[in-house]
Structure formats: C-alpha cells, structure tokens
Nanobody, 128 residues
Framework: HVQLVESGGGSVEPGGSLRLSCAAS????????MGWFRQGPGKERERVGG???????SYADAVKGRFTISKDNVKNILYLEMNDLKPEDSAMYYC???????????????????????WGQGTQVTVS
C-alpha cells in the first residue's frame, strides 16, 4: 500500500520561495512517474510537473524556470523547489505517484483522480 505525505507548505510574499517535500512509502514498483499537482478553489487539479524513474523532468509552462522537481531515490522523497512565487501559484499542492500519465496529463478531473494513481493529502501554499 503506497502512502504519500506532503510537507513544506506555508504563506509567503510574492517573489518568495518554498520547498515542498513528499515522502513516499510502501510497495513502489519500477517504471513509475512522480509528480506535483495543484488545485485552487473551484478549479480542476492541474499538473505542475513530474519526474520519471530515469530522472527526466517536465513542467507546466506556468512554472517553467521558477520551479524545480527533484527526487531522492534512497529516501524516496520527492521535492518541489518553488522560486519567484506569484499570487496565482496559491493552491493546495498534491504529490502523485502512478504511470506515465502523471508526467504528462495537464489536468485531472476529480472523477479521474483514483484512476491516475496514488495521492497525498496535500499541503497549502499561499502567496500574498
């Protein structure tokens, strides 16, 4: 049973930085993608970026150049380094683990969340 636990959210001023962490535990098989998604009030869950088992990363256009995803394969921790934060980055941020879709799907309707893979409980980021 896979468990994902996010941490590191908080409130920052525009231009500030935060680093989110996602600790993964349980039976994690090879050939997966891990990713970060975010969801603002009344919005669909959108992909921020992802990293595959070969270490290749991909990012949504809105965060390219500002956010960096990395993974500690020994500790099974996924990170999201966020710099130059903007008010529009405010959202609940979720960690996900699943197949290749985690690394490419742009948005995930609520009805498809379970089908995509495993999710953490989320951590709130507020930029104001």
């Amino acid at each position: 049973h896979v468990q994902l636990v996010e941490s590191g959210g908080g409130s920052v001023e525009p231009g500030g930085s935060l680093r989110l962490s996602c600790a993964a535990s349980g039976l994690i098989n090879g050939g997966y993608c891990m990713g970060w998604f975010r969801q603002g009030p009344g919005k669909e869950r959108e992909r921020v970026g992802g990293i595959d088992t070969d270490g290749r990363t991909s990012y949504a256009d809105a965060v390219k150049g500002r956010f960096t995803i990395s993974k500690d394969n020994v500790k099974n921790i996924l990170y999201l380094e966020m710099n130059d934060l903007k008010p529009e980055d405010s959202a609940m941020y979720y960690c996900a683990l699943g197949g290749v879709k985690v690394c490419i799907v742009p948005v995930v309707p609520d009805s498809d969340l379970e089908r995509l893979g495993h999710w953490g409980q989320g951590t709130q980021v507020t930029v104001s």
